[in-house]
Structure formats: C-alpha cells, structure tokens
C-alpha cells in the first residue's frame, strides 16, 4: 500500500495556501496532479505543474481519490460534501470541519453550518493526534494561529504544569498572506508597508474558538485564551509570543528539557537549544515548526513559536495529514 | 492680493495624492479647506483637518474659490467642467487637461475627451512654464513620471545640446502610491513586496503622450521617447535614469554646470554637486526634485532624477501651480 | 523669559536619534543650533541646518546655553560632567542618567557609573512628573521602550486599578532604527528583511530596570515586568504590547474613561476613541505617543501604546524636556 | 564516470553566495561536503550539513577534490594557488579569475594580480561556452551583473544584429545581498529600507570590465557600455535592463524569435512568451534566468534580463560549472 499512486485535485488553487499545496504536491512522488481549479485565473497554467487552472464546477471529481480544499469557508463545507458523494477523501484547509459542532460553528462564523452532518471530522494536527489521522476518509486542517499557539503551549497542557484558573496570552503576528489573496484595503502594499497593527483583538477573532476547543481536549482545566493577532509587514511567517503560568511543582527551568521530550520523535518541530530564540528566518519556506523557551521567573515562561503560515500553518500540514490518511512516510515531500 | 483667503475644496481626498494635498494645504497660511470629498470614506474625519470627508455630489462648490481635482480620469473634466460653470478655480492633477487636444486624448485615453472645450489647458510645470501659470483660472497638474523625466531632460532640450535623431532612454521606477489607493491584484503586499516588474513598456504607457508633447514645446528636434516604467517595492519615491547622448560640440563633462546654471533660482530643485547621486531619500515626503549627472564618456551623459511621486509629482506641484495662479509665493507651504 | 533665545549643541547627532534631534530643533523659534558632533563624519554638512559637524573634542562648550546628548552610555555621562563644568544644561537622551543610583547602573550596565554624583537626575517623562523638569538644570530623556511602556500602563498603575501580585506582561515591538547607525550583524538589511526576532528576552533587556524604577514610584505595589521586545523590519516605530489584570472593584470596560480622563489634557498623547486600536502609522515621524485599550474579559485588558522610538520615544521627548526647562511652551516644535 | 563521487569543500561558506552554495551542495546527489570555512563563524554548525565552520587555514585540501571559492578578491588567487598545489579542482566565485589578463585586473582592481600564471582561466558561463568547461581543473565563475547581462545580450551579439558604433545600455538593479555579509553602512537596514540608490556609475564599476571582455569575445563590433547599477531594497534578485538599436536588416519584431531559437534547449533559461515581462520573482531561490523582449520602435528593441544574484548570478551557476567539470548532468541540484 507503501508506494500506490494517488490522483488528486486542488481546489481553491491560485490563493495563497493553494498555490503552496500545488507546489509541495509537484514534488511528492506518489500524487498525481489531477486538476487544480480556480474561479479567478481559470485557464492559466499552474506553476509547478503542467495543468491549467480549471473552474470549480468544472472539476472532474470522478478522476481523482483525494482533493485538498484551499476555499473559503461555507463554500468549502459545500465542496467537502460533493467530494464525499463521489467517494473521494477530503483534506479540507478552510474552517469549515475544525469546530466539533454545528453550535461553535454559528457561534463564530455566524450562519448555520452548510452540512453539520459532516462535524466531528479528525482535526489535523499530527503532532497532537496522529492516530486519529490514519486512513481516515476526511481531515479539517488546522489554521495558521491553531497550528503555531498550540505547538507551543501542548507540552504544558498535556502535562498539567499550568495554574488552571490563569488565562493563557498569546501575542501573536503573522504575514501577509494570511489575508488571502484577494485585494481589500488592509493588504495594499502602501497600508502594510512601514506599519504593524492588531486587529481581531479581544477575543474577536475566529480561531480563539477552535484553540479553546483544542485546548480543552488536551486539558480540561485549560485557561482562557487571551488572543492578540497583529499583521506584520511581511510575505509569509507567523509568529505566537505566549505567556504563562506555571503550578506550584515546578519551575520554569524544566520546561526547556519538557519541550526538547515532548518532540524528540517529532521530524517537523524543531525545539530550539536553550539561549537560542526562534525567528521567523528558521522556518520560513519550511513545513517546519520552532520553538524556544524564555524563562522569565521561576513562575513564568514565555514561549515563542513560529511557522510558515503557508506552509506548517497550511498547506504543509495539508500534506502531512494526506501522507497519515494514505500510510506514506508522514514526511514525504515536506523535507 | 498677495494675503487674501482662498476658500479650497479637493475632491477625491482620500486617495493618495489627495491625502498629501490636504496635508500640504493644512499648512497654507492662506487656505481656507472647506470640504474634502471621497466616495469611499464619506463621513470619516479628514486626517490633518477639522472636517468630514463627503460624497462628490455633496460639495458645495457656491462656498469655494477653487477646487483641486484628484479623481480619476474622465470624471475629472466633467467636475472641472462643474467647477468652472460655479466660477471656481481648478488645479487638475488628473490627466484629462494635460494633453493638448482632443485628438491626442483620444489616442491616449481609448474615448473621446469629455469636453474637448476645456482644451489646452497650461500645463502646470513652473519650472519650465512659471509664466503661463499666474493668475489663471485652470491648470493642469503633471503626472508624477512627466515632472521628474522633464525636469531631468530639460536644460538639454532646451539648449539643444543632444543629437536630434536619437532617442531618449528613460528606465523609470515608482513606489507603489502611484498606483493609486484602490485595492487590485498588481498592489497586494505580497505580490509587491521582493519583486521588482517592468509594466506599461513599449511606449504603451500613457505617460509617453504627455512627456513627448511637453519636449516637443522645449525643442521640435527632440528624440523619440523610450519609455519603461517599473513598480517598486517601496510607498513613496520616483526615479528617472535618463541616457542621452550629446551633439557635437557638447562634451558630457560641461552638463554639470549647464544644470547647476538652468535651476540655480529654482528652489524646489536640487542639482546635487559633482559625484553625488540622487535617491529617493532625497526627495521623499519633500515637494522637491533632485538630480545627478554622470558622464559615461565624452559624448553620453546619464541623469538621475527624482521626486516624491505624491509631492513634487502629484500634490506639492498642485499646490505650487495654486500659488502662482494666487500670486502668493510660490513656495508657500512647500518648504 | 519665556522668547529668550537658547545656545544649543547637539552632541552624537550624526546618529538616528541626533538626527532627529537637530531636525526638530531647526524648527524651533527659540534655538541656535551652534554645533553638532560626529566621530564618524565630522567635515560632512549637517541635514537642515548651515553647520557642519565636528569631532566631539572640537565642540565649543562656553559658546553654549544647553547641549543634547544623543551618545553612548559611558561617554554620555563624561560629557554630561564637562557641560556641567562650563554651567552648561544637558539633555541627555544615553541611559547614563536614567537609574538613581549607582548600584542600579551597575547592576544593569556591567560598569561601575562614571559620575556618581550625577544621580539621580530628573527622568525626564514629562506626563508623569512635569513638575520635576521646570526650570532644571539636568534631565535624563528616557529611552523608548520605557516612554512606550510607562505611558501605556501609567493610568492603571496610579490609580492602583491592577492586583498586585500579578506580572505585568509587555510584548514589545521595535522599528531597526533603535538598534543606531552603526552597522552591526543584526541591522544588516538581509538579517532583518522578511523577518521578525526576539531578543533580550527573559528580563535582560536593560531597559527593564529602568521601566521597573519608574513604575515603583507610580505604584510601590507595581507588578514584576516580564518584557520580551522584537526587532521589527521597519525603519521607525515602536509598539507595547501590554497584559494587566484588574483587581477586584474595577472591571476592563471602566479603563477607556480612565485613560481619556488621565490624558485629556495632554497633548502629546493621543487616546483613540473605543473600537480603534493603535498602530504604527498613528505615530511614524510625530511627536506623539497613541494608546488603544481592549477589554479581554471583565478582568483582563489589553493596552497598544506606540510611538516613533527617534521621536516621542527619544529626540521629541528630549526636546519637550528643553522647553520645560527653559519655560517655552511644551509642544514648541513639536506639533 | 558519471555517477563518480566527489569530495568538496567551500571557502567562504558563511557569506551569502557562500550559504547557497552549501544548500545546493547538499542536494547534489554525487558530493561530499567535507568542510566549509568562515573566518568569522568558525565552530558554529553550517545549515543544511552535519559539519561546523572551520578556519580556512584548517582547511583539508588533502582531503578533498574540489573546491569552491567565494571569497574576497585578492584573498581568492592566492587560495586557488593553494588548492592547484593539492592537486585540488577549483570553481572560483570571485573575480580574481575572470578577467584574462593580468593587466586588465590591475587597471580594475587597482593592485597586481597576486597570481598571474592562473591567467586566463576558463570563463563559467556555460550558455556562452559550455565545451571550455567540461573536465577542466579550474572554473571562473562570473559575477551577478555580467551574467544577467550576458545572457540577455548575447543572441543579438552573436548574431551581429546590433548597429557597431553605438553604446549598450544596461540600467541594472540588484537586492542587497549582492553586497555581501559584512554590515557596511550601506547596508544598514535603516539606509535601504524605502530607497533606492545608483552606486558605481559612469563605467566605474569592475564588472564593466568582465562584462566589455566577454562581449569582445562574443563579438569584436560590440559597442561600450553603459552601465548603472542600483540599489535594491529587497534581499535578493537582480534585474538587467538592456537598451539596444539594431542595424538594419533586422527588425525588433524579429527579436524574440532569435532569443526563443537561442535559448530553445537550455535550461536553466527561460524565454518568456511575448507580452509576458521578467520580474524577480520569475527567479528568486531559483538557479535560472528569466528574460523577456520589448520593442520599443523598429529599431530599438528593450531586454529585461533576470536572475537571483546568489543562484544563477553565483553560487547556483558555480554548481552547473562544476557539473560540466565533472560531466555530471548539468542541472543537478539545480532544478
């Protein structure tokens, strides 16, 4: 089963985290490229391969197994469903299958959920649950922010080092193409350009429900998440700067050696050497994670995590999660 | 009169040369800014102002003495057309009166000119044309690409120092301001930010029209224009890199002083001495040109000129042609 | 006394902070610009004035009322003590000065202080202690990362809004320019472009101490400050992000009036209307700080405080602490 | 032969052409990275390998068969001398080989050429002269600005399409990494970021003398150049700007087909399609060329010619020398 071939559509496939898909998909030796579609750009040839974008209804779904969908969201539920008539799995990087129920979906998205028969689906982080994630028909990928602030604070959590009734603080920047690809306003050059700005703040922003909903299955004592997203005057890379405190039983001074156990066996989250700081620079083109621990009182700990927000923030992960659906070596085509 | 106050409005101020019009005129001691109009922002508080920006069709055009257009072609002429029927004065920074006549518009611009009447209007340079400026009732704002190339070709058209059959090799770049404020594709920060892109080449830009009627006026001999513009990765700042080559008789060594003589009283252009070269932080958030010269051999000489795209190219110009046709200096608010 | 005209010499002012320092001053109705030094380029012509700079040695100290000091720490103290041997005021903007006594500085800065008999000096925040700077002899302009901070949680702090055995968690943000002039591995323009890095992280940052001093004599019951700043690839600007939590009898929805009402009557301080939150762009290249307040839950607040780190966060702020020690109006040249 | 091993080692790994080379080299499927040196850097370990920066005097030339020099001039001769006593092969990224006489280097390096018996070695561009480098004991690679230029000139040379007696302009523009690691005031993050800057002008640069060389061996009638350069502010990528007029007989509509059939089998050249224009990121962490074709008027025809200045401008056209040396396919590694 090792080496089969899979045949696979990327739907959604000029925007940011889309084209990123196609790319690492050209490299992986075992997909075919089937169709990548795109409403905007249909007939364009996609970089990387030797396919045109093709409308998304005219995505021939009967000639492939697998598609990753790179859509926004209510359209990608949509898209998830017609997949699964057609028997083909579904790697979905929109948020469409993150939240576990119809309700936290109205609650942050403001409509009702297009297909809530589609809720649970596995959320797709591998490190937290890889077992999950085997051979499954249908995995929700999770976004940019989930992705970073929960590889960064899962040790703790995992191992009930956390004062419980203390929120836990997350500043958090990311590049500009998290925004999509679409122009608006807040992404012309001009606005971006010499600025940094929050945005989203107070608990506002979308994927502070789907942490907490994270976060509570790792540990049901999770505090709250206080949440600051801000835009940072750069293509690509995200950065989660998190703030905690740690129980009476131990010392901030143990959590370097907790991180460096908890990932030992983890190929793509790098646990920085005590002293050295992570840095956008260590992971940017990567599908990699990194993180460094600071030490700030024997009580505090601050934690930097960063990923590529195209990449271990999307479409990388997308690939890493098709690799566990299909028994391929998790890292194939992301080293 | 040299004290009297004048009642201004601008329309299309929240773009991005109306923004810098209302910040330079904020400044006027003499100015009175009675409304400010933006389709987009109607409503918003005018930054560096005490007013509220309102729809077009909401000016009060009967309170004003003069109006600064900043619109979008094609709807500029028909407001100028507007103004003109009130008695109101008109700086045009659009290009609908910047080209002589109605046959040249047409070409350029792909429709017939809205009001063929309102042609010529002077061209507001008043480095090259102070004297056609004063006291009238309409000009017609440069382009940000005209002023910095005329200003850089100039004393040689002028003197008639280059060889006439030849053309003349202007490589242009632009900050992304001169694309406007509107959001589209070619200005997302992130198709913008580590790309450097030719666009608008083969004398196919609009540009070419109104810089080769302009040197035409300054010498009937002079040469064809190779014109290619490029985007830049920066706001703000213009550059011209102008290659010439001398006529007989001429040597590229004595350029340097027929510059330093030509704007020796011009105080919003600066001849940088010998073995300086022009950037753009010399002229950014200035209403200044600044120029270099080098001589690459006896005969072809190469300028480097530069303005800040929405001051010296846009705005500071607008409000220097306003205080020639007011009669106050003509620096006023510019230094 | 409040025209008298004042003799100024500007010492390190070929460095970003000193730039900005002259430039503000040659806006000033009352300064003479009499010198201004520069190890590195003494000969070169100073940018808006009609002098040249000239080594530090060189400077004419009994040709001068007052003198800015934009230096090294170290040096900046000799100097400082030569000034006052000609009867000459300083404004020191090195951190020479800043911490009140001579443990402090050497706890801090690893060398024992060169002139104790220096300390302490008036810290030169005037929103907190305008009182303490009129008419004085010596001020100690305080850095950027302190302005930034102290103005941002000064309202809760004097009010003693915040529990008090509860960090006080600052996520800073700095523009490269607070790095200075001198070109080093970590300003280079490839190291920083496309990327966003910690450093001095864990309570290392010198600047701790100084914003720990401060915020004491607010509040004696003041929190420990865990401060972790970020070198952000832009030229100017700077951003705190600030963390508190509330004690008991105060809820977050009561800190916007609290911040109005503290900073209603100051005009260098910019508290944004509920809903809008500060960014950079409030503040580049003016003399002002903005501060947005976001309530997270009834208990936890968020608070944005940014300035330009050469402006209200360096030269502005030292030329604010000039016109309280001379008498002149506080804004003189700043608005 | 073909699959042969071959142990290498990299002088100057730290640098920027340096770090690429070493990236590269690590995807080479037939080398052995048996050390990489750094003055600066020695003991830390060198990305993408399992071994640390050593001193260059530590170096092992015994154990290894080739070496790669990106190195400063000067200090390149004297080790290429070294590693030809070791019977060691050499692909040098300095300029010390390039030029073919030792007076040529003295007239543009302004000291003697500190080995002139290694004069004239083969020049590495292998578009232009691939058979001169297979199996060859020692390569010069060209620099950034020649082969961009090159390579975006040379059909029209070979073909003798150009009219003799007139000049080659070439307005060129490069990222900073172009200027090497150390920080330099010029490359102060704080001096680039929103400029833009001409620097070596007037055919005083010292690639003009590389790049007039290799013209003269394409074509004896090729004009001078006229060359400018620019500073970029973007980290990497470099952009030829080619102005030319052609003689009659040859129309400029005929240009893109003689650059399609030219370049029709290489590559690591990409002939965009007509109306499609060469920007950096047609390139970036690329190893190809990118060129497209502009006519301007019959006669004057506009080429932009692209590369990464640290891939196919450097270390990425070094890897294509050395696999033409060990007649390795030519694209190994590189695609």
Redo the contacts between chains.
């Keep these: 089963m090792q080496q089969q071939r899979v045949r696979v559509g990327v739907y959604g496939a000029s925007g940011?985290a889309g084209q990123d898909a196609v790319e690492i998909l050209s490299q992986h030796p075992c997909v075919d490229l089937v169709f990548a579609t795109s409403g905007t750009y249909a007939g364009d040839a996609v970089p990387f391969t030797n396919v045109r974008y093709i409308k998304p209804d005219d995505a021939p779904l009967e000639s492939v197994d697998a598609v990753f969908l790179a859509l926004p969201h209510g359209v990608s539920a949509q898209t998830a469903k017609k997949a699964e008539a057609h028997g083909v799995r579904v790697i979905d990087l929109s948020a469409d299958l993150r939240l576990d129920t119809p309700e936290l979906y109205q609650k942050w998205y403001n409509h009702p959920h297009p297909h809530p028969e589609l809720l649970p689906t596995p959320y797709g982080l591998p490190e937290l649950n890889r077992d999950a994630l085997r051979g499954v028909e249908r995995i929700a990928a999770p976004g940019c922010y989930p992705t970073t602030t929960l590889l960064g604070i899962y040790p703790l959590l995992r191992e009930n080092w956390l004062v419980n009734d203390r929120?836990i603080?997350v500043?958090a920047?990311s590049g500009?193409?998290g925004a999509g690809?679409e122009?608006?306003?807040n992404?012309?050059?001009?606005?971006?350009?010499?600025?940094?700005?929050?945005?989203g703040?107070?608990?506002a922003h979308r994927h502070v429900g789907e942490i907490e909903q994270e976060m509570q299955k790792i540990n049901p004592n999770a505090g709250?998440l206080?949440f600051?997203p801000?835009l940072?005057?750069?293509?690509?890379?995200l950065?989660a700067?998190i703030?905690v405190e740690l129980a009476p039983g131990h010392t901030s001074a143990e959590v370097q050696a907790l991180y460096e156990q908890t990932y030992a066996n983890e190929p793509l989250v790098n646990v920085l050497p005590k002293g050295q700081?992570?840095?956008?620079?260590h992971v940017?083109?990567t599908n990699k994670a990194a993180i460094?621990i600071?030490?700030?009182?024997d009580r505090?700990v601050?934690i930097?995590s960063v990923t590529d927000n195209l990449r271990k923030g999307a479409a990388g992960q997308a690939v890493q999660c098709f690799n566990l659906m299909y028994g391929y070596d998790e890292t194939t085509a992301l080293l």
Aim: glycine fraction near 6%; charged fraction near 20%; avoid cysteine.
């Design positions: 940011y929120p603080i500043d920047k500009v193409s690809r122009p608006k306003p992404t012309h050059f001009v606005e971006v350009y010499g600025n940094f700005s929050p945005y703040v107070g608990r709250l206080i600051t801000h940072l005057p750069v293509d690509r890379g950065m700067s703030y700081l992570a840095t956008l620079k940017v083109k460094s600071t030490p700030n009182t505090y601050h930097t």
